[in-house]
């Protein structure tokens, strides 16, 4: 293994919190996204009054936040992939050049 290749090694070590972050912020984009969607079908439909109900409303809501929350945790659309992958490599690269430009430590 070369030098190059066991400093990328440690930089997505040292990453890896920071790839964690930025992984639980697109997954509740995407789940915002999804959510928004399934509000604007909703409104697509005939309301009925079967089912009315006092805070029919908040639980609507709250299936709306589940389903959207488990649809971007399983892949979803694939914004929140994709947003993962297009910032993932910029985060390496900052990370990659804090490391190059650290001073360097002599093994004695």
């Not at 070590?13 to 999804?34: H, V, Y």
């Not at 399983?74 to 430009?101: C, H, M, P, W």
Request: aromatic content about 6%; hydrophobic content about 35%.
């Amino acid at each position: 293994m070369t030098i190059t290749n066991l400093s990328s090694v440690g930089a997505v070590a040292q990453a890896a919190p920071k790839l964690a972050e930025l992984k639980k912020a697109t997954q509740q984009f995407e789940s915002m996204f999804i959510k928004d969607m399934l509000k604007s079908m909703r409104k697509g439909f005939k309301e009925t009054h079967f089912g009315e109900v006092p805070g029919r409303e908040m639980y609507r809501d709250m299936l709306d936040d589940e389903m959207a929350s488990k649809a971007a945790e399983t892949g979803g659309v694939g914004i929140g992939q994709y947003l993962f992958d297009s910032t993932k490599n910029e985060i390496l690269r900052q990370v990659t050049a804090t490391q190059n430009s650290a001073p360097k430590r002599e093994n004695r």
